[in-house]
């Protein structure tokens, strides 16, 4: 078999060559042959003829000697494509089309499938990523993590699972694990400011272990990446790496970067090192622009005591197996060393310890994973329908144009073609349409691909992947090319294998052939059930997206600017930390053009939120969202005040603690009484309400509005707040005078966040929107696909029986006869696969059913709509090609036949 | 000048190698081969010899080079390859069998069966 691999490759890559050889050596024959004749006295003209008659016909032992070497299929191939180019070429507006109409179905599924290999199938850019393990644990609800302070998310046992620990801990495993060969920690998003020659501003940071590099296996490509020995408390400056577009954006990429001193949080730092291009860390829904040793979490005023504190379980763990070690046994002992960590500050625990995995950590953290899992799916199916549907809908058109070929097929097989031979033909032409459209669509996917990418990133930040042209990208759309190719070239290959060759020749043009017909048919309801689905899905979507922006948020969110600042990034504190927050807000207030001006710790919709518990003495507690505000906060966002007094400025640290609560609250435990004067717990501490607002959405939009408590931004100091700025006009305007205000009074704590409240509700949405905006995108696709396919199979309809309807016609058949006859050609197929549309859209409600809001998948509204436009749609579709029929005059049918 | 026998299917390939064993041979050499070692009664219709040659080639069986040829020409020459060797061998012994099949069954007599 290699032999044969090798010769025919041989054959292949030196066709030209072998072809001269050939003929070399068979000249060589013929003259040696010739020779050989003459000796016996014959002229050397009369020994070659009689040398040449000898050998035979030299053009067929030569196709033999070809096909002998495996070349006869390439050589036809080559035919068939040139053939099929020229077919293309007949009918340059067909082609056209079909090759646009591939593009976009191609390039659809090519873009998802680019966005779902660079979020979902990529590893992290490091050494092995296949060694390195994510320590996850376990822990039954109410046992240990009753005290525990971080993140976590239920399993399906309705057990916690959580991958943080906390600082003691880490350290612990790692100084005595004998399984990993690193492991490392790291902060998550850190917001630093960052001062470049005098130039403050904010970046996303990242503070990670000293051995976070060396157990990656990164390496840096200027300087050097953050060592064990950078990682402690330095009066030094603090060593810092950057990332490669960080490196690009600010330095200009000037290799002299390094060794810059900068300042961080106003904390001397000096640049060692930039990291390659492409590594953003272990977390790809967003990427760092600066990286520092996690000891300098407190200097950079991050967190008092949180490395040293065992409670506080805020860090991430990623280890490198070391070879030969089985992932059980580094289970069992990271298990070990855990829990003889936690018994270490906290003796007494013995039975509810949590249990430890380790799951696979060569893709990093999966946030960005388990969030736009689903979406990208759903995406992905959406794009498959768009793609069965342009198939479907080619191959129709196909199967008509292969019917006119009728006559030129018989004709072939009348003359000795292979009935495969002639199959293979038609398939070649299917393939050559699919792999021109494919290439376009392939251009096509690489913008859309990065656009999809792009709608995914979060915390106005890049994400951490990138859509990359890759094998496993090229490996799919030349796999979908040969699939497309194969089911374009299929219906009409099958069709002129059961060409009968005698009823085919003696026919005439317009023979009554009416199988194509049939299976357009077939292809018509296909296309108009797939279309349905998409439709109804996309008006389910859109429905979500008007639901949600309409939904009551209890608040006016009109002409409101917000931004944040965060002094405490430049060393405020305390008591300098509140009067500098109560020195900007009275400020800006006076700003000509503001009308009303607060403070909140996040804002309202800002898609973070406090919540806490309360409760009223001798009562159970209750949840509650709270909110820290500064005086004139619900007459800024436009909340009403229902009963009782605003937070004032004589609401402060040192005076009598007060809250507002809103109704729900109110109604939850006063039942309808004035709370007004009434006292609350919270953490222990109580607290006299002093007033009863509106509701109001807090966290996201799709929450009711909970029960929430205000309380004077002074008697609970928090680290950013969120300013809120009412404007007669719109708000962006104010941006510059905002921003000279506070570097009046201090230039070293920038804006950051700056945005509409409309802008920041629209944030919220975004998954919607995405959904939304492309699911509408590609039905309209569909929609106009399905519209071409009705028109293009009532014209061969209407062409092929213009000699029928020219008779009923001329024996006195109404227009509207005529009409009603051409219509009722696909309203069948329409409404069978208006039917099947309706049942799968129905059967596919559970996929889409968690993206909805305020709506249910069975929804007859979205029901009713694809089948709305769909009716329009073929209706439109097939009045061109009735009045066509209708108009036809009886002398000039009769004169066709 | 021996009566002209026609060849049996799938005996042509048998043949080439034979004579290509004996030695590296152009076409037309194989071809008066053939016929000098058959005793010139099997002929071989001269065009027929290069699809076979070229088969034989793209099995592995025999390998070709560019040579000289006795009349100055330049010519490529066909040698048997190993596995072209074995081939022969096991064709060579399965032919005999068939040849002495054969001739015990034509020349079966009334009186043993």
Same mark, same amino acid.
């Given at each position: 078999?290699?032999?044969?691999?090798?010769?025919?490759?041989?054959?292949?890559?030196?066709?030209?060559?072998?072809?001269?050889?050939?003929?070399?050596?068979?000249?060589?024959?013929?003259?040696?042959?010739?020779?050989?004749?003459?000796?016996?006295?014959?002229?050397?003209?009369?020994?070659?003829?009689?040398?040449?008659?000898?050998?035979?016909?030299?053009?067929?032992?030569?196709?033999?000697?070809?096909?002998?070497?495996?070349?006869?299929?390439?050589?036809?191939?080559?035919?068939?494509?040139?053939?099929?180019?020229?077919?293309?070429?007949?009918?340059?507006?067909?082609?056209?089309?079909?090759?646009?109409?591939?593009?976009?179905?191609?390039?659809?599924?090519?873009?998802?499938?680019?966005?779902?290999?660079?979020?979902?199938?990529?590893?992290?850019?490091?050494?092995?990523?296949?060694?390195?393990?994510?320590?996850?644990?376990?822990?039954?609800?109410?046992?240990?993590?009753?005290?525990?302070?971080?993140?976590?998310?239920?399993?399906?046992?309705?057990?916690?699972?959580?991958?943080?620990?906390?600082?003691?801990?880490?350290?612990?495993?790692?100084?005595?694990?004998?399984?990993?060969?690193?492991?490392?920690?790291?902060?998550?998003?850190?917001?630093?400011?960052?001062?470049?020659?005098?130039?403050?501003?904010?970046?996303?940071?990242?503070?990670?272990?000293?051995?976070?590099?060396?157990?990656?296996?990164?390496?840096?490509?200027?300087?050097?990446?953050?060592?064990?020995?950078?990682?402690?408390?330095?009066?030094?400056?603090?060593?810092?790496?950057?990332?490669?577009?960080?490196?690009?954006?600010?330095?200009?990429?000037?290799?002299?970067?390094?060794?810059?001193?900068?300042?961080?949080?106003?904390?001397?730092?000096?640049?060692?090192?930039?990291?390659?291009?492409?590594?953003?860390?272990?977390?790809?829904?967003?990427?760092?622009?600066?990286?520092?040793?996690?000891?300098?979490?407190?200097?950079?005023?991050?967190?008092?005591?949180?490395?040293?504190?065992?409670?506080?379980?805020?860090?991430?763990?990623?280890?490198?197996?070391?070879?030969?070690?089985?992932?059980?046994?580094?289970?069992?002992?990271?298990?070990?060393?855990?829990?003889?960590?936690?018994?270490?500050?906290?003796?007494?625990?013995?039975?509810?310890?949590?249990?430890?995995?380790?799951?696979?950590?060569?893709?990093?953290?999966?946030?960005?994973?388990?969030?736009?899992?689903?979406?990208?799916?759903?995406?992905?199916?959406?794009?498959?329908?768009?793609?069965?549907?342009?198939?479907?809908?080619?191959?129709?058109?196909?199967?008509?144009?292969?019917?006119?070929?009728?006559?030129?097929?018989?004709?072939?097989?009348?003359?000795?073609?292979?009935?495969?031979?002639?199959?293979?033909?038609?398939?070649?032409?299917?393939?050559?349409?699919?792999?021109?459209?494919?290439?376009?669509?392939?251009?096509?996917?690489?913008?859309?691909?990065?656009?999809?990418?792009?709608?995914?990133?979060?915390?106005?930040?890049?994400?951490?992947?990138?859509?990359?042209?890759?094998?496993?990208?090229?490996?799919?759309?030349?796999?979908?090319?040969?699939?497309?190719?194969?089911?374009?070239?299929?219906?009409?290959?099958?069709?002129?294998?059961?060409?009968?060759?005698?009823?085919?020749?003696?026919?005439?043009?317009?023979?009554?052939?009416?199988?194509?017909?049939?299976?357009?048919?077939?292809?018509?309801?296909?296309?108009?059930?797939?279309?349905?689905?998409?439709?109804?899905?996309?008006?389910?979507?859109?429905?979500?997206?008007?639901?949600?922006?309409?939904?009551?948020?209890?608040?006016?969110?009109?002409?409101?600017?917000?931004?944040?600042?965060?002094?405490?990034?430049?060393?405020?504190?305390?008591?300098?930390?509140?009067?500098?927050?109560?020195?900007?807000?009275?400020?800006?207030?006076?700003?000509?053009?503001?009308?009303?001006?607060?403070?909140?710790?996040?804002?309202?919709?800002?898609?973070?939120?406090?919540?806490?518990?309360?409760?009223?003495?001798?009562?159970?507690?209750?949840?509650?969202?709270?909110?820290?505000?500064?005086?004139?906060?619900?007459?800024?966002?436009?909340?009403?005040?229902?009963?009782?007094?605003?937070?004032?400025?004589?609401?402060?640290?040192?005076?009598?603690?007060?809250?507002?609560?809103?109704?729900?609250?109110?109604?939850?435990?006063?039942?309808?009484?004035?709370?007004?004067?009434?006292?609350?717990?919270?953490?222990?501490?109580?607290?006299?309400?002093?007033?009863?607002?509106?509701?109001?959405?807090?966290?996201?939009?799709?929450?009711?509005?909970?029960?929430?408590?205000?309380?004077?931004?002074? &008697? /609970? +100091?928090?680290?950013?707040? $969120?300013? =809120?700025?009412?404007?007669?006009?719109?708000?962006?305007?104010?941006? #510059? *005078?905002?921003?000279?205000?506070?570097?009046?009074?201090?230039?070293?704590?920038?804006?950051?966040?700056?945005?509409?409240?409309?802008?920041?509700?629209?944030?919220?949405?975004?998954?919607?929107?995405?959904?939304?905006?492309?699911?509408?995108?590609?039905?309209?696709?569909?929609?106009?696909?399905?519209?071409?396919?009705?028109?293009?199979?009532?014209?061969?309809?209407?062409?092929?029986?213009?000699?029928?309807?020219?008779?009923?016609?001329?024996?006195?058949?109404?227009?509207?006869?005529?009409?009603?006859?051409?219509?009722?050609?696909?309203?069948?197929?329409?409404?069978?696969?208006?039917?099947?549309?309706?049942?799968?859209?129905?059967?596919?409600?559970?996929?889409?059913?968690?993206?909805?809001?305020?709506?249910?998948? &069975? /929804? +007859?509204?979205?029901?009713? $709509?694809? =089948?709305?436009?769909?009716?329009?749609?073929?209706?439109?579709?097939? #009045? *061109?090609?009735?009045?066509?029929?209708?108009?036809?005059?009886?002398?000039?049918?009769?004169?066709?036949? | 000048?021996?009566?002209?026998?026609?060849?049996?299917?799938?005996?042509?390939?048998?043949?080439?190698?034979?004579?290509?064993?004996?030695?590296?041979?152009?076409?037309?050499?194989?071809?008066?081969?053939?016929?000098?070692?058959?005793?010139?009664?099997?002929?071989?219709?001269?065009?027929?010899?290069?699809?076979?040659?070229?088969?034989?080639?793209?099995?592995?069986?025999?390998?070709?080079?560019?040579?000289?040829?006795?009349?100055?020409?330049?010519?490529?020459?066909?040698?048997?390859?190993?596995?072209?060797?074995?081939?022969?061998?096991?064709?060579?012994?399965?032919?005999?069998?068939?040849?002495?099949?054969?001739?015990?069954?034509?020349?079966?007599?009334?009186?043993?069966?």
């Amino acid at each position: 078999m290699p032999a044969r691999l090798r010769s025919f490759a041989k054959a292949l890559i030196h066709r030209g060559r072998i072809e001269n050889e050939m003929a070399e050596e068979l000249e060589f024959h013929i003259a040696t042959r010739a020779e050989d004749i003459m000796r016996s006295g014959v002229s050397p003209a009369e020994a070659r003829r009689r040398a040449l008659i000898e050998f035979g016909a030299v053009e067929r032992h030569k196709e033999d000697a070809r096909e002998a070497r495996g070349l006869r299929l390439v050589n036809e191939l080559g035919g068939d494509l040139r053939y099929g180019w020229r077919q293309l070429l007949r009918t340059p507006s067909f082609s056209l089309l079909a090759v646009a109409v591939l593009a976009i179905g191609i390039g659809a599924n090519t873009a998802i499938f680019s966005a779902i290999d660079a979020v979902m199938l990529r590893f992290l850019p490091v050494q092995a990523p296949e060694q390195l393990r994510r320590i996850e644990w376990v822990a039954r609800e109410g046992e240990f993590v009753g005290s525990y302070n971080g993140s976590m998310r239920p399993n399906a046992l309705k057990q916690l699972v959580a991958w943080s620990v906390s600082y003691p801990v880490y350290r612990h495993i790692r100084d005595n694990s004998t399984s990993f060969s690193g492991l490392m920690t790291f902060s998550g998003f850190t917001q630093l400011n960052l001062t470049i020659r005098g130039h403050a501003t904010l970046v996303a940071g990242e503070l990670v272990s000293g051995n976070y590099f060396s157990t990656l296996g990164t390496q840096a490509v200027l300087g050097r990446t953050l060592i064990p020995e950078d990682d402690r408390e330095t009066s030094l400056a603090v060593a810092a790496v950057i990332s490669h577009p960080y490196w690009q954006r600010n330095f200009g990429s000037d290799p002299a970067t390094v060794g810059q001193r900068i300042a961080i949080n106003g904390k001397p730092a000096v640049i060692v090192g930039v990291l390659p291009k492409g590594f953003c860390g272990v977390n790809p829904a967003w990427c760092p622009d600066v990286m520092l040793p996690l000891a300098v979490y407190e200097i950079l005023g991050q967190g008092e005591g949180v490395l040293q504190e065992p409670d506080h379980w805020y860090f991430e763990v990623i280890g490198r197996l070391k070879p030969g070690i089985s992932d059980e046994k580094a289970r069992a002992e990271t298990e070990l060393l855990m829990r003889q960590a936690i018994l270490q500050y906290r003796p007494k625990e013995a039975g509810d310890l949590p249990r430890v995995n380790l799951s696979p950590g060569g893709q990093g953290i999966d946030e960005l994973r388990s969030e736009y899992r689903q979406p990208l799916r759903l995406l992905m199916c959406a794009v498959g329908a768009v793609l069965a549907i342009a198939c479907a809908n080619l191959a129709g058109l196909l199967l008509v144009r292969s019917a006119a070929r009728q006559r030129e097929i018989g004709i072939r097989l009348a003359m000795g073609a292979g009935r495969w031979r002639i199959m293979r033909q038609l398939l070649t032409e299917g393939l050559l349409l699919a792999f021109l459209g494919g290439a376009a669509g392939t251009l096509l996917a690489q913008y859309g691909g990065s656009a999809v990418v792009r709608m995914l990133a979060e915390k106005n930040q890049p994400p951490g992947v990138a859509v990359a042209a890759n094998l496993k990208i090229f490996g799919f759309s030349l796999a979908l090319c040969l699939l497309t190719g194969l089911a374009l070239g299929l219906a009409p290959a099958w069709r002129a294998a059961r060409v009968e060759v005698v009823t085919l020749v003696k026919s005439s043009g317009a023979g009554a052939d009416r199988a194509p017909l049939r299976a357009g048919k077939v292809l018509i309801a296909v296309q108009a059930a797939l279309s349905l689905v998409l439709i109804s899905g996309s008006a389910l979507f859109i429905g979500t997206l008007v639901n949600l922006e309409s939904e009551a948020i209890g608040f006016k969110p009109y002409n409101i600017l917000l931004f944040q600042l965060d002094p405490t990034l430049s060393g405020y504190k305390e008591g300098r930390l509140l009067d500098f927050h109560e020195q900007v807000l009275r400020s800006v207030s006076e700003l000509p053009g503001v009308t009303s001006a607060s403070i909140s710790r996040w804002g309202l919709l800002a898609g973070s939120r406090t919540t806490d518990s309360i409760r009223v003495p001798g009562e159970k507690p209750i949840s509650t969202d709270t909110h820290f505000v500064a005086p004139r906060f619900f007459e800024t966002m436009g909340i009403p005040l229902i009963a009782g007094r605003d937070v004032t400025w004589n609401d402060r640290e040192s005076s009598k603690p007060v809250t507002l609560v809103n109704e729900a609250l109110a109604r939850k435990y006063f039942h309808g009484l004035s709370p007004v004067g009434r006292i609350l717990e919270l953490e222990e501490k109580k607290v006299e309400i002093i007033g009863v607002t509106g509701n109001t959405k807090f966290g996201s939009l799709r929450d009711d509005m909970r029960p929430s408590v205000f309380i004077p931004f002074r &008697q /609970n +100091p928090q680290h950013s707040m $969120t300013y =809120a700025l009412r404007s007669m006009s719109n708000p962006k305007e104010m941006t #510059l *005078a905002v921003r000279s205000a506070i570097e009046a009074i201090d230039r070293n704590v920038p804006m950051y966040e700056v945005k509409t409240q409309i802008e920041q509700i629209g944030e919220l949405v975004r998954r919607e929107r995405l959904l939304a905006g492309l699911v509408s995108g590609f039905s309209l696709i569909a929609v106009v696909l399905a519209g071409l396919g009705i028109y293009g199979t009532l014209a061969y309809f209407v062409a092929r029986r213009t000699p029928e309807i020219g008779v009923h016609m001329a024996l006195g058949a109404q227009k509207r006869t005529v009409i009603a006859l051409v219509m009722r050609e696909t309203a069948m197929p329409v409404l069978i696969g208006l039917a099947c549309g309706v049942a799968g859209a129905l059967a596919s409600g559970s996929i889409v059913e968690k993206f909805l809001f305020g709506l249910t998948p &069975q /929804n +007859p509204w979205a029901l009713g $709509t694809g =089948a709305a436009v769909l009716l329009a749609c073929s209706l439109c579709a097939s #009045l *061109a090609p009735a009045f066509r029929a209708a108009g036809i005059a009886p002398m000039q049918a009769l004169r066709h036949e | 000048m021996a009566e002209h026998v026609p060849l049996l299917p799938g005996t042509l390939d048998l043949l080439i190698l034979k004579a290509v064993s004996l030695g590296p041979q152009h076409g037309y050499g194989v071809l008066l081969r053939i016929g000098q070692i058959s005793r010139q009664a099997l002929v071989i219709e001269q065009g027929a010899l290069y699809p076979a040659l070229y088969r034989l080639e793209h099995q592995g069986l025999i390998e070709s080079e560019w040579g000289i040829s006795d009349n100055n020409r330049r010519a490529k020459f066909y040698r048997l390859t190993a596995k072209g060797r074995e081939r022969l061998q096991t064709e060579t012994a399965g032919w005999q069998r068939l040849v002495e099949a054969m001739a015990a069954a034509l020349g079966a007599r009334s009186e043993e069966v």
